[in-house]
């Protein structure tokens, strides 16, 4: 178990300011067409209910747990376009230190939620991967279905 050095020490502010991005940061592959447009809170919100429609077989719940943790990074890393001039390698070990972060964040309040929410992103990274879970497959599936509507 880590010391505790403060009571402030075991607080989650810092993880919450975090947090406080999300509802301001633009998704931005919208602005090419919009003055205005969703943040990443706001795209979360509604993927987290898509993905509660998840076939037989498939773990809503877990489906929600990814929905609602794997875009936390992009607190950290900003919302990077898949068509951004950034290589996918480049992005994965951005948003790879980003949730290392979060989960630093996270080691005196709460060390388990920080792991979960690493292993929780790693899921939905390897989504369309041989190493793909049901669950990480069917929220990359409805993250992209969730732009089209």
């Known amino acids: 178990m880590p010391v505790v ?4 020490d075991a607080l989650p502010l810092p993880f919450l300011y975090l947090l ?7 998704r931005t592959g919208w602005k090419r067409w919009l003055d205005r447009p969703e943040s990443v ?7 987290e209910f898509l993905v509660m429609f998840a076939p037989t ?12 943790c794997y875009d936390i990074v992009e607190s950290f890393a900003g919302d990077i376009l898949t068509y951004a001039p950034v ?3 480049e992005k994965y070990k951005l948003e790879d230190f980003g949730i290392r972060y979060i989960e630093s964040l996270l080691q005196l309040v709460d060390p388990k939620l920080g792991a979960n929410i690493r292993a929780v992103w790693e899921e939905y990274e390897n989504g ?3 190493k793909a879970t049901p669950e990480g497959r069917w929220v990359r599936e409805m993250d ?3 732009c089209m509507i």
């Open 41 to 47: 809170a706001a795209y979360m919100y509604r993927l």
């Open 144 to 146: 992209k279905f969730e």
């Open 87 to 89: 290589s996918k390698a």
């Open 5 to 8: 050095y403060s009571k402030l």
């Open 20 to 26: 406080e991005v999300l509802k301001h940061l633009d």
């Open 128 to 130: 369309n991967t041989p």
């Open 57 to 68: 077989g498939v773990d809503k719940e877990r489906c929600r747990w990814i929905a609602f």
